[in-house]
């Protein structure tokens, strides 16, 4: 193996763990709620999550080789998350029920499983 494939390999476990940390920690049927959307209800702390989610999703996105094409809709996906997150009431409503962290995460899975596929250990950790 290389040690591309070794990094983008990595980079979908973490992109994995933050998407259920940030929007999966409870899941009923295909809804979810994690910790973004319960920060999401507290003034400042919902923002500074959301936005440091975001940033650590886009630098293994970075650090994997992603196309441009999905950074692009990943930072579309997270910045609509981190902005509504900023908005008192209704953006915090908005920001529990849009999984945008879920969203990218998923943008840079797929990126990384068309390019290397996906990681050995993949199915036995990933639940939807």
Request: net charge positive.
């Amino acid at each position: 193996m290389s040690s591309e494939r070794d990094r983008a390999h990595l980079a979908w476990r973490r992109a994995e763990r933050l998407r259920r940390l940030s929007d999966r920690v409870v899941g009923v049927g295909p809804w979810g709620l994690g910790i973004d959307g319960v920060l999401a209800w507290v003034p400042v702390a919902g923002t500074i999550y959301s936005v440091g989610a975001a940033g650590l999703l886009l630098y293994e996105a970075v650090q994997a080789g992603a196309s441009r094409a999905t950074l692009l809709r990943m930072a579309t996906y997270l910045g609509l998350d981190s902005v509504s997150s900023g908005v008192p009431v209704l953006g915090w409503a908005v920001d529990t029920l849009f999984t945008g962290h879920a969203f990218a995460a998923g943008a840079l899975k797929r990126d990384i499983e068309r390019r290397h596929g996906r990681p050995s250990d993949a199915a036995s950790r990933e639940t939807i």
